[in-house]
């Protein structure tokens, strides 16, 4: 059962390294983009910032009831342990892992409204 968990475990880590480095990738081309291509070619500029708002505002607009529903499920997982530490465990870890992943994609809405307007 431990083998089995640790494949699913070792699984989902390296999906979360995958979309954090997509999501990283994303915020290094708009940086780039404002900086490099800023003098030459601005409506390439335009259109590559206006796409990656809309990408950033369906993350959000997806990403809130996710989180929603992940945080309820971590807590009714919590409260229907009855006493068992592991899936109070294992609530505790749903419920921080919602908050952060909810925490970065609101931070990279921030991120992209600095950027924008120190450029």
Known sequence: MKKKWLKVKNILGKNKFKIFSVLTFLFIVVIVANGVYAASDPTLVTKLNSALKKIQG??????????GVAIASGV?????SFGNEEKMVIGKKIIINAILGYAIIISIDLIIKFVDSVL
């Open 76 to 80: 009714l997982i919590r409260k229907l």
């Open 58 to 67: 369906y993350l959000v607009k997806i990403a809130t009831p996710a989180a």
